[in-house]
């Protein structure tokens, strides 16, 4: 294969995607470089495993510290397990181009993205996204593409296009956006209340960007593109009409029952049925050659998903029709129910529960030392606000193994995170580090949306003075016949049969976060409109019952949670204030119970669950660090004598010379006569000289008390 390059100018940078030259035993690779970043994919395909019923698509993406040239942190250095940011990165090229791959298609399917150069501008995340959906389309994988992947900011008032970190810093909206000729078909959104329209014009303006990269795309793959090879695995017609025939009815009764468990249990029995007397699984008794054990298990997998067909087409009738499962007409949302403070140690808690679904949110405050340090492709940098989505199986009813946090979790919690940020106060009015940990006690659908309402309702319980009350809401879609439903607050098995599920968050005033994932190939602005609608009406009825349970965020922390006292000092007495290894901090921290954290910039951040122990370290703070001015009096200790005075320490660490001449309003022979070592002893600072030193006068505050003093000029 010939070294191929496609290359446009993109976002006032140069763009380039090549292949034929690296990596070519793989099925495609393709090498994307925009500004100084340069992303590898690799896509290569395996033969299907045995007995599987699902496309078993994977997508890996790292962020290299070699592409910077840095070293991995930490003892070892070696790159391990993805970190949260690379996680997110997998979903988000995962999401656009798993729906484009044709149903029965079973192959082992790899993609691999790694950041081989970072300029520490360009953010490599969507340019993988980009060089994955090249690679696919020029691959012999039956790929409908090409789909590409742009970012979106708004700097000063326009739209910038795979916008520079630098930019972003600048930016009210962060999106996120996939699509192809026909439209959309992923969609991410952070924001800062930004109004429904503006964000569709976002979408239309990225959109119109993406179609430079698609014909970068099909440059490429008319040069260098390989011959298709599909071979689809897939229940015959007539198979999927004879279950249609035996099953439909029941399958309609079995959905009529009420509650998800229930419902499910129902239409899982007229499955298991209709297996047994069609295909049941052979004994050891049976004596069936691997053959035909085999043989046995093809038809079961063709019959379940015949059977999944059946259920696909009564639930989506059922809609088309005006009756969703539990009864609901299209646009109702599921029961509400919002409680807060039934946690009695946290900082803040709360219920937030819609239908079957129920997230159960804790908020806790915490200092400096509590945020969340991330140690990514760039520099190192700490979040004070971060969100914990937990997904247990008992909120399903399922008995399955507990691990770490899945793929799924990370990418809900995120979503979350990313909708909730948008209404935090500014650090300076609220200096706390805030945590929210979700744990959702039972599911049914748009669980993250539920986490979004109930870390709102955590965060007005602990007292957290967000600018706007927030919500979140998902709508589904069903397109059938020709006609067109929107679903408001969809269920699970809507989410799974449907379309769409496109996921809403804000305020009042506008959107926060987005996320959209299709089933179906693309969606148009027609729609994307409609969904906005439906969603701000359904947003605005959820602020509503959260105010309803809570009207505004409490005037006060809980008695448990740290207060927080800020003082600025001069930054060259942060080594005084810490001392000797570290020694006078710890010293002040330990006879006061309190926690000190100091920044570079001499902001000196004290926190105490006792308002008291605050204050005392608050005020040895200032003893220590203050700053001395002339013409204030101190009581300062007595630290040397001299023939022509006294050194004074008029604060910790810093002494000035009274003169023999200033020790009193009288005459003075010597001055041991007026003062000694470890004397306290009352003195006004009447000059700081160039180098910094103190001129202090003990006269001046005799004179003084007793309605003598000298005029100013003589002080002088």
Not at 375 to 392: I, M, R, V
Not at 618 to 639: A, D, R, S, W
Request: charged letters at 25%.
């Amino acid at each position: 294969m010939s070294h191929v390059i496609v290359e446009r100018e993109f976002g006032g940078r140069p763009l380039i995607l090549e292949t034929g030259k690296w990596a070519k035993q793989a099925d495609a690779t393709v090498f994307a470089t925009h500004g100084d970043t340069t992303v590898l994919a690799a896509v290569v395909r395996g033969t299907p495993r045995e007995g599987i019923d699902f496309f078993p698509l994977q997508v890996d993406y790292r962020e290299r510290p070699s592409a910077m040239g840095k070293f991995p942190g930490g003892f070892r250095k070696r790159e391990g397990a993805p970190n949260q940011k690379e996680i997110l990165t997998m979903r988000m090229i995962d999401r656009p181009v798993r729906p484009l791959f044709p149903k029965g298609f079973y192959d082992e399917v790899v993609i691999q993205c790694w950041v081989e150069s970072a300029d520490g501008q360009n953010d490599p995340d969507v340019i993988a996204g980009t060089a994955a959906a090249a690679a696919l389309t020029m691959s012999s994988l039956p790929f409908d593409g090409p789909v590409a992947t742009v970012r979106v900011a708004r700097v000063e008032g326009q739209f910038v296009v795979n916008p520079t970190m630098a930019q972003m810093e600048y930016s009210d909206i962060d999106l996120v956006l996939s699509g192809h000729r026909d439209g959309v078909n992923m969609i991410e959104v952070g924001a800062m209340e930004v109004g429904e329209q503006d964000v569709l014009d976002a979408i239309k303006f990225g959109h119109e960007q993406i179609f430079t990269l698609l014909d970068m795309i099909d440059e490429l793959t008319q040069k260098a593109g390989k011959e298709k090879v599909c071979e689809l695995n897939l229940p015959s017609d007539e198979l999927i009409e004879s279950v249609r025939n035996d099953l439909l009815d029941k399958v309609r009764e079995a959905k009529k029952t009420e509650g998800k468990l229930a419902r499910e249990e129902a239409v899982k029995a007229v499955r298991d049925a209709y297996l047994e007397a069609n295909a049941p699984e052979p004994t050891a008794a049976d004596n069936v050659s691997y053959a035909g054990h085999l043989e046995i298990l093809t038809k079961r997998k063709h019959i379940k998903e015949a059977f999944s067909k059946v259920e696909s087409q009564v639930v989506r009738e059922s809609i088309v029709a005006g009756s969703r499962s539990d009864g609901r007409a299209p646009g109702d949302m599921r029961n509400l129910d919002c409680e807060v403070g039934m946690l009695r140690r946290t900082h803040g808690s709360a219920v937030f529960t819609r239908g079957e679904t129920q997230s159960m949110v804790s908020c806790t405050l915490g200092t400096g030392r509590d945020e969340q340090i991330v140690d990514g492709l760039h520099e190192e940098y700490s979040q004070k606000f971060y969100l914990h989505y937990n997904f247990p199986p008992f909120c399903v009813g399922e008995a399955r193994r507990i691990t770490g946090p899945s793929r799924r979790e990370i990418g809900h919690g995120a979503l979350a995170e990313r909708s909730l940020a948008g209404v935090l106060p500014a650090a300076d009015d609220f200096p706390y580090t805030v945590r929210l940990v979700s744990e959702i006690l039972e599911s049914n659908g748009s669980s993250s949306m539920a986490s979004i309402c109930g870390g709102c309702l955590a965060m007005m319980d602990a007292g957290v003075p967000i600018k706007n009350t927030t919500a979140g809401i998902s709508i589904g879609m069903v397109e059938e016949n020709g006609q067109r439903v929107l679903l408001t607050d969809i269920l699970g098995e809507e989410d799974h049969y449907g379309d769409m599920d496109f996921k809403v968050a804000g305020t009042r005033k506008g959107i926060t976060g987005i996320q959209l994932d299709l089933k179906a190939k693309g969606v148009d602005y027609e729609l994307i409109a409609q969904t906005f609608e439906a969603a701000k009406a359904a947003r605005i009825k959820l602020i509503e019952a959260i105010e309803a349970a809570i009207p505004a965020p409490r005037d006060e922390i809980s008695q448990y949670a740290p207060r927080l006292m800020t003082i600025k000092i001069n930054p060259e007495k942060i080594g005084l204030l810490i001392g000797p290894g570290g020694k006078t901090i710890r010293g002040i921290q330990d006879a006061t119970g309190a926690q000190i954290d100091i920044e570079e910039d001499g902001t000196v951040t004290i926190a105490a669950v006792d308002g008291e122990a605050g204050q005392a370290a608050m005020g040895e703070v200032e003893k220590l660090c203050q700053e001395v001015k002339v013409g204030k009096i101190y009581e300062g200790k007595v630290t040397t004598v001299k023939d022509f005075g006294a050194f004074v320490e008029v604060i910790p660490g810093q002494d000035g010379l009274c003169h023999i001449s200033e020790l009193s309003d009288g005459y003075v022979d010597k001055v041991s006569d007026v003062v000694k070592v470890g004397d306290m002893l009352k003195v006004k600072v009447i000059l700081v000289d160039e180098q910094g030193r103190l001129k202090l006068s003990r006269k001046q505050v005799l004179l003084e008390e007793s309605g003598k003093a000298e005029p100013a000029e003589a002080q002088n």
